[in-house]
């Protein structure tokens, strides 16, 4: 699973910016000393990995989430190698994965939770497109060699 991990982190703090390339697994193992942050501050948190995925999450710090920013979906495990599990609230969706030139690999219509079979995938990153009557989220999700 190699190159699926974070190799940069990138925080961006109003106008300030604090990076860091230290090797870690995951985002919560970044470490950034004296980083000055203040309740209403808008965040910018970028994670960049192996194999040239970015991921960039933005908030305003301290304020509380809006509903938008509320993540019910839970996605595991993230890589997979054989099958990707979603859960979901009720509801009805339209799911479709992508590959990185757009492509769509897999698409389907449900009522709720779901997996995702590797089949003909192979290893790399995709994007996971969940579509409600009122929005739509995406999710980067990999598959693992």
Known sequence: MEGYFPSKIRITIDTLTYITDEG???????????????NGDWVIVQSISGDGC??????QYGLGV?????????IYPNPFQDVL???????NYHIVVV???GKTIQQ???????SIEKGNMKAG???????????TKLYKIYVAQ
Do not use: W
Not at 26 to 33: C, H, L, S, T, V
Not at 85 to 91: A, F, I, K, M, T
């Open 66 to 74: 809006e509903d938008s920013e509320k993540d019910k979906v839970k």
């Open 54 to 59: 970015l991921t960039t999450k933005q908030f």
């Open 99 to 101: 590959d990185m030139f």
């Open 125 to 135: 990153c995709y994007i996971l497109r969940i579509s409600s009557e009122n929005n």
């Open 85 to 91: 599990h979603v859960e979901l609230p009720d509801g």
């Open 24 to 38: 870690f697994q995951d985002e919560g193992q970044a470490i950034f000393k004296n980083v000055k942050i203040k």
């Open 108 to 114: 389907k219509e449900t009522a709720g939770n779901f």
